[in-house]
């Protein structure tokens, strides 16, 4: 089990803290005893990540049916809330993992976190 930080919180706990959104995992990579474990690091940059490619997803659906609104709201809602559920699962499971002291590695994003956590 990983050492309690001043906060009393674990690393394990910061890690999944990071996923909350991208605002404390960006804290968590300044703040002084936090950014010195890779383990929170990894979390905190896949975090990032994470949701970089959901905001992208999102934006570039919501560009690319602009053209075709033609074919109505509900497939474009249908694919939003299909996105939107994919996230929140694959955030979910991430945190949950990083709360029982694991790392998933997430297809690509996970490799780009190993290389900005790299000591």
Same mark, same amino acid.
């Given at each position: 089990m990983p050492d309690t930080k001043p906060s009393g919180f674990s690393d394990n706990t910061i890690a999944a803290l990071a996923y909350i959104t991208f605002v404390p995992a960006v804290a968590f990579? /300044?703040? !002084?005893? *936090?950014? !010195? &474990?890779?383990? /929170?690091? *990894?979390? +905190?940059w896949q975090s990032i990540f994470? &949701?970089? =490619? $959901? *905001?992208? +997803?999102?934006? @570039?659906? %919501?560009? +690319? =049916? !602009?053209? =075709? @609104? $033609? #074919? %109505?709201? $509900?497939? *474009?809602? /249908? #694919?939003?809330w299909l996105i939107w559920g994919i996230w929140v699962l694959v955030w979910i499971l991430c945190a949950l993992k990083a709360l029982n002291g694991k790392r998933i590695k997430l297809p690509v994003l996970g490799t780009l976190a190993e290389r900005q956590a790299a000591d």
């Open positions: 990579l /300044v703040l !002084k005893p *936090y950014n !010195k &474990s890779s383990y /929170v690091r *990894y979390h +905190a994470l &949701s970089c =490619v $959901f *905001y992208m +997803a999102t934006t @570039l659906l %919501g560009m +690319a =049916v !602009k053209p =075709v @609104l $033609f #074919i %109505g709201t $509900f497939p *474009y809602l /249908v #694919i939003t």
